[in-house]
């Protein structure tokens, strides 16, 4: 399995971001899927998981109501929709496949980070 990221870039606080992950290769073995990210300093932390059957959804506290994961089961992609952002949202955003819920490091596949950059 490949994952894909794009749509990170700079943003003032209180704006929004769509972030997007292409799955590519065997997608049936893709199960869950989440994002993750990882600001300076700091350890990589959960953000979102999706289940692939289902959507069943969670969130970390700090973006519950602001962000929204959500995929396409056709187009094979995931995706988190990000708003009212602030500046401690800044960090590189991973999307991450075939895990269990929040721990980033029973995911198998990772994508190759994005950079999300929200000014104050």
């Known amino acids: 399995v490949q994952l894909q990221a794009s749509g990170g870039g700079l943003v003032e606080a209180g704006g929004s971001l769509r972030l997007s992950c292409a799955a590519s290769g065997s997608t049936f073995a893709v199960n869950n899927m989440g994002w993750f990210r990882k600001a300076p300093g700091k350890e990589r932390e959960f953000v979102a998981t999706?289940?692939?059957?289902?959507?069943?959804?969670a969130y970390a506290d700090s973006v519950k109501g602001r962000f929204t994961i959500s995929r396409d089961n056709a187009e094979n992609t995931l995706s988190l929709q990000m708003n009212s952002l602030k500046p401690d949202d800044t960090a590189v955003y991973y999307c991450a496949a075939k895990g269990l819920g929040i721990i980033p490091r029973t995911y198998e596949y990772w994508g190759q980070g994005t950079q999300v950059t929200v000014s104050s």
């Open positions: 999706i289940t692939w059957i289902g959507g069943h959804t």
